[in-house]
């Protein structure tokens, strides 16, 4: 795969701007440690997340299958990422959106997603996910019941994470000229760990693929254990699930880490004061595992890379405001200015 020119080409629509996002060395939050870190910057996608890269990805599978046609509706369960990745590569073809979210997301992804036209409708986030008025619930009946409704199905698409193996694998490769050794990501849907993971691993079988997953998330203690347990609230967005999803494939994951709320919160908040890469807190999550991990190994010759998943501006209201975080019992002792 080579490389896009950029500073020539002349792109014919916002979706040709998705994937080979920049490849960030991290230098402040690794201080004291030997191993090479890196932030894969999916944030700088066009829609401001790694969700991007399977919104038109979807949208085209549908389309040649046949499940989506002129003057369809895209419907879709999300915590907003998605959802805006849909959405942009639906309005240039005329489609309606309607999306279901937790109430748990942040008010400015419930906002982006109007913007662009969608219909958005909150959903209580603490029901189990057989709940009727869970979001992943209620968007199958919403997609049943409209005509012409294609439900997207991130959590069981294949689209999903072979858009991740055909681009953010090959990207990643090409960025670390071969010599990447770790990848740290997190599952919502599963679908960046397993495409990117799975064509990695092919590359180089050496190459270690680490799940990163929010303490209630029952991802981690599944993996670990074989056990299904039961799941608990938590307010990092975008990653973590009560049930595992289809496009996860553990076989493709060599290990996970859980990294509580607050410390994901204070790592990305870091990461914006310190590095200068204004992320949501998943990217938190993910560097505070991968920094773990690149510690213990303590090897300069190893390459780590973690997925910085979205834009800050997101959690303008969330936190990245010092009243919720305080509000929501998460110190903020330690950050400059505090």
Request: aromatic share 8%; hydrophobic share 35%.
């Amino acid at each position: 795969m080579t490389h896009p020119d950029t500073t020539r080409a002349t792109a014919t629509s916002a979706i040709d701007l998705v994937g080979w996002t920049p490849l960030v060395r991290l230098t402040r939050v690794t201080e004291g440690i030997r191993t090479p870190v890196y932030g894969k910057c999916e944030f700088m996608n066009p829609g401001g997340s790694v969700k991007d890269r399977i919104g038109q990805a979807i949208i085209e599978a549908a389309e040649a299958a046949g499940h989506l046609k002129p003057g369809g509706t895209v419907v879709e369960a999300t915590s907003g990422n998605t959802g805006l990745a849909l959405a942009m590569a639906a309005s240039s073809r005329g489609y309606r959106c309607i999306f279901t979210m937790p109430d748990k997301m942040s008010i400015e992804k419930v906002r982006l997603l109007r913007a662009f036209g969608a219909e958005v409708l909150i959903t209580p986030t603490d029901v189990p996910h057989d709940d009727p008025r869970h979001y992943t619930q209620q968007a199958e009946r919403i997609a049943r019941e409209t005509p012409g409704g294609f439900l997207a199905d991130q959590f069981y698409n294949p689209a999903n994470p072979r858009a991740h193996y055909e681009s953010t694998g090959p990207e990643l490769w090409e960025q670390s000229d071969g010599r990447i050794t770790h990848f740290f990501a997190g599952a919502g849907t599963g679908g960046t760990i397993t495409g990117t993971g799975r064509y990695l691993k092919e590359q180089n079988p050496e190459v270690r693929i680490v799940g990163v997953d929010p303490v209630g998330s029952v991802l981690a203690p599944f993996f670990h254990t074989g056990e299904m347990p039961e799941g608990e609230t938590y307010q990092v967005e975008g990653l973590g699930n009560d049930k595992i999803p289809g496009a996860l494939d553990l076989d493709v994951v060599d290990d996970y880490r859980v990294v509580d709320d607050a410390t994901a919160f204070r790592m990305a908040r870091r990461l914006t004061r310190e590095e200068g890469l204004f992320v949501g807190g998943s990217s938190g999550l993910i560097v505070h595992a991968g920094l773990e991990v690149a510690r213990e190994i303590d090897d300069p010759d190893a390459f780590v890379v973690c997925v910085l998943c979205d834009w800050g501006e997101h959690y303008l209201t969330k936190l990245y405001s010092d009243e919720w975080m305080a509000e929501h019992g998460f110190p903020l002792h330690g950050e400059p200015g505090s």
